[in-house]
């Protein structure tokens, strides 16, 4: 090839060699919209402390049930993340009827973790909080509440939806390793989130003896 | 393409044995309770700690390429703290301007 001047240039072509960060694209991808996603949550996050700061912040969530609950749906997020990692493993050996066992057991995890919340859910709402008021303080709690966790269990049941689609059609032969593991770096993700969530948000508004 | 590493499945069971044990303890700071602004430091410590674990461990960074994490990691930690030095101060000054 010749530029303009007719002198020789080097031909840039990618044959698909070594790859940026020796990462294929999806999982690179995956990774940039993970970094997007993290800086999102921690807006709200901060948006949440900076209000929390300026107002008098209710103390609702008693250690029984709440903070129990919170716990037990802790414990099934960072176990449903160890059966993901076992499932990427097993999918790298090759051991496809393994992961697709395993991801289905972090499927499982994630519904869990839903149902759990959910029924919690259910229970604030009957004592009256709402996203616009709450019978503890100031309204903020509710709405600060419900959308951070609200947006975070989104995040989750997209995910079990994904790790289904994932087991059924890397089971099927249709995806491989590659796709396991970028699913599991998802999972992993809301996994972290949930760790900063469950301190700030429950932890912090624990009942004070 | 699928990184080719020997099974770490030891390393993560340790791993999230570890997790588990700072939940515990982060848990149990919240049924002492002694300072509140104590306790929020010392839970944003820990769960900072879990977020390196889980990064480095569950999502592979440490077994992957160094400059993976140098491309991810800087820049996300730079916006939180930006974002972090915008706000903070001015909900001090608006705490300090309470009744």
Redesign the interface.
Known sequence: MSDSHGHPVAEATWEGGASPFAVGDKKLGMWLFIVSDALTFAALLIAYSYVRVVNDWPHPFAFSPAIIFSSVMTFVLLSSSLTMVFGVDAAARNDRRGAVKWVWLTALGGLVFIITHLYEWNHLIHEGVRPFENPYGTPLFGASFFLITGLHMTHVAIGVVYLSVIAARYGGGKYDAEDVEVAGLYWHFVDLVWMFVFPLIYLMSVKLH | ?????S???AT??KV?IG??GL?LV??I???I?FN?HL??TL??G??IV??YL??A????LKY??P??TW??VP??IA??LI??GY??P???R??AW?P
């Open positions: 393409m699928a990184t080719a590493t099974s770490h499945n993560f069971v999230w997790l588990l939940t982060e848990v700071l919240g049924y309770q509140m306790m929020l839970l944003m820990f769960s879990k977020a889980i990064m461990y569950f999502m592979h992957d390429r400059s993976l491309v991810l820049p996300l916006c939180i974002m972090m706000f903070f001015d909900s001090f608006l705490l309470r």
